[in-house]
């Protein structure tokens, strides 16, 4: 199995998870599967991803770009106050789930899921469904061991 | 604790249930089991240490898997 190479916000992860060289290659692996999966747009995914880090206030996140992904700088600002209105409505669903999942998971609503699907389908819905549980891995790692 | 897919699954699957929704999502899918396997099988931990955590994760996150 070949491990993706580490970007810069995996090297604040890989100080500690590295120490399980095994389960940290499996890791990157799975979490580029994600990015690469290619039913959900990498935009729609960095969004999502730094809605979630703005949530949970961690720069390592917040700080880093995804490579090949544009997002302007003032739909950056919106995302860090939470305001969704100068995405499409479908990023709009995707955001409102994104926004739910790091504290308010049991909140999220059938109607709020069948969006997303009403917008990207039932694939990009579960790939979205599970990126987005997995950059609030990622924050809460960053937050707690480093 | 609900454990009733909210996504349409695909049309071959004959239930609707976790396996057949992240058969959507396949490579993604069975890198994490690689991962999962991986995390169970080897490390320093107990085992039952592993089991007791992930049993209260799952009452904290009210997850019915």
Redesign the interface.
């Known amino acids: 199995m070949s491990t993706p190479t580490s970007t810069p916000v995996d090297a604040n992860l890989e100080l500690t998870l590295g120490k399980r060289p095994e389960l940290w290659s499996r890791f990157q692996s799975f979490y580029a599967a994600l990015w690469a999966d290619g039913h959900v747009s990498r935009r729609v995914l960095e969004l999502c991803r730094l809605r979630v880090a703005a949530i949970h206030g961690c720069a390592a996140e917040w700080e880093y770009r995804t490579a090949d992904v544009f997002i302007a700088d003032t739909d950056v600002a919106a995302l860090q106050r939470g305001d969704f209105q100068p995405f499409d409505h479908c990023e709009q669903a995707a955001l409102q789930i994104a926004e739910k999942t790091p504290f308010q998971h049991q909140a999220i609503t059938d109607a709020e899921v069948k969006a997303v699907e009403n917008g990207y389908g039932p694939a990009a819905t579960v790939a979205l469904l599970t990126a987005i549980a997995f950059f609030d891995v990622r924050c809460r790692w960053h937050l707690t061991l480093n | 604790m609900s454990t009733t897919p ?5 049309p071959h699957a004959t239930t609707a249930d976790f396996g057949t ?2 058969s ?2 396949g ?2 899918t069975a ?2 089991f ?2 999962y396997a ?2 169970w099988q ?2 320093v931990l107990p085992p039952d240490l592993k089991e007791i955590t992930r049993l209260r994760n799952a009452r904290v ?2 997850c019915g898997y």
Request: aromatic share 14%; net charge neutral; proline share 14%.
């Open positions: 909210r996504v349409t699954p695909p929704l992240m959507y999502i490579k993604p890198a994490f690689d991962l991986e995390y080897r490390g996150t009210d």
